[in-house]
């Protein structure tokens, strides 16, 4: 049974870093392309960052762009999210999510996604 942990979340000032990360029980972990979404309270869940099975394709959405890093260690099947310079609007739960279907067009789409992580708060105060 595949599981996807998170770990990382807190409480942390605006212009604040953290690390986030997800830790996966796939078998083969590096066939999987990776991806990070966030979702706010009444809100909907929105794509934050994906990257490839080898970790040489990365997208991001524009809000983080420049701020966050997404990478991974297949030794250690785990994917990270790197947050600097966070602002309040990036108050969320964070999940991270695996796909083994996807393409850079289609890594922004949560439907996608096969397995999804039970999520990770982070709040960022002003």
């Known amino acids: 049974q595949v599981q996807l942990v998170e770990s990382g979340g807190g409480l942390v000032q605006a212009g604040g870093s953290l690390r986030l990360s997800c830790v996966a029980s796939i078998r083969i972990f590096r066939t999987y392309g990776m991806g990070w979404f966030r979702q706010a309270p009444g809100k909907e869940r929105e794509f934050v960052a994906a990257i490839n099975w080898s970790g040489g394709s990365t997208r991001y959405a524009d809000s983080v762009k420049g701020r966050f890093t997404i990478s991974r260690d297949n030794a250690k099947n785990t994917v990270y999210l790197q947050m600097n310079s966070l602002k309040p609007e990036d108050t969320a739960a964070y999940y991270c999510?695996?796909?083994?279907?996807?393409?850079?067009?289609?890594?922004?789409?949560?439907?996608?996604?096969?397995?999804w992580g039970q999520g990770t708060q982070v709040t960022v105060s002003s």
């Open positions: 999510a695996a796909h083994t279907r996807m393409d850079y067009t289609t890594v922004v789409l949560p439907g996608g996604y096969d397995y």
